[in-house]
């Protein structure tokens, strides 16, 4: 269990430094946008919390429970990001109503098909419970057709958003390049963790996206603490 309470310590620790970053935003910036990036917070630590806490089960009833806790959070995580992206940019637009559709149409039918999967293995094919060295159960998963729905939205909300804050730096009349350079890694490490997630490198079948997440936000946030 070492590996999972060292694993659990760092999730934790830096969802504490995201939150706090969060609130330092909104205490100084009374932008619209920022309320989105406190929802997004909220996603990010339901998501943290359960995985860290499912990290720390070891029988699979609590591991399903903390899993359930997640999914609260994981579909709505990089929807609420875009819109961030969307409202810190200034590039919502007209016709919200069918934009937001889109962005969280999938989210929420990942949320009921989550929540339904024994009925019909939709989002999950098959699931088992596997122990590692030093006693961590770790939850391993197969893919049912609708994951590979929710990876595929997921990605490329990350990859617009991304885009946006990338052109909008690029965009600014003072020259940024920090801020681009904050943004261009930030983008790298949250594509990099949803295909390890499913590469599943060295064997080891944790959430690499959940390890990179944390770090993606701090990131952004501090490009936009230190830039704006």
């Not at 620790?13 to 910036?29: D, G, M, T, Y």
């Not at 006693?135 to 057709?145: D, I, N, T």
């Not at 490329?156 to 904050?182: D, T």
Request: charged content about 10%.
């Amino acid at each position: 269990m070492l590996l999972g309470n060292l694993i659990s310590l760092y999730l934790l620790s830096v969802s504490v430094i995201v939150v706090f970053s969060i609130v330092q935003i909104r205490a100084l910036n009374g932008s619209d946008y920022t309320k989105t990036a406190f929802l997004l917070c909220f996603a990010i630590c339901f998501y943290i919390l359960g995985y860290a806490m499912e990290l720390n089960s070891s029988t699979p009833s609590d591991i399903l429970f903390w899993n359930y806790i997640e999914y609260i959070g994981i579909p709505f995580v990089s929807a609420l990001w875009l819109t961030t992206g969307l409202m810190y940019t200034g590039s919502l637009g007209l016709r919200k109503e069918v934009l937001f559709g889109a962005i969280y149409g999938i989210p929420l039918a990942t949320l009921v098909l989550r929540f339904t999967n024994s009925l019909h293995h939709l989002y999950f094919a098959s699931v088992q419970f596997a122990q590692h060295a030093g006693g961590l159960v770790l939850f391993v998963k197969q893919p049912g057709p609708w994951m590979y729905v929710q990876i595929a939205h997921s990605s490329l909300m990350i990859l617009i958003s991304m885009g946006l804050l990338i052109y909008n730096s690029v965009q600014r009349a003072e020259r940024q390049p920090g801020k681009l350079l904050l943004i261009i890694l930030a983008s790298f490490i949250a594509v990099s963790g949803l295909f390890l997630t499913q590469l599943r490198p060295f064997g080891f079948p944790i959430d690499y996206m959940a390890l990179c997440l944390p770090v993606t936000c701090v990131m952004v946030i501090t490009a936009i603490l230190r830039y704006d």
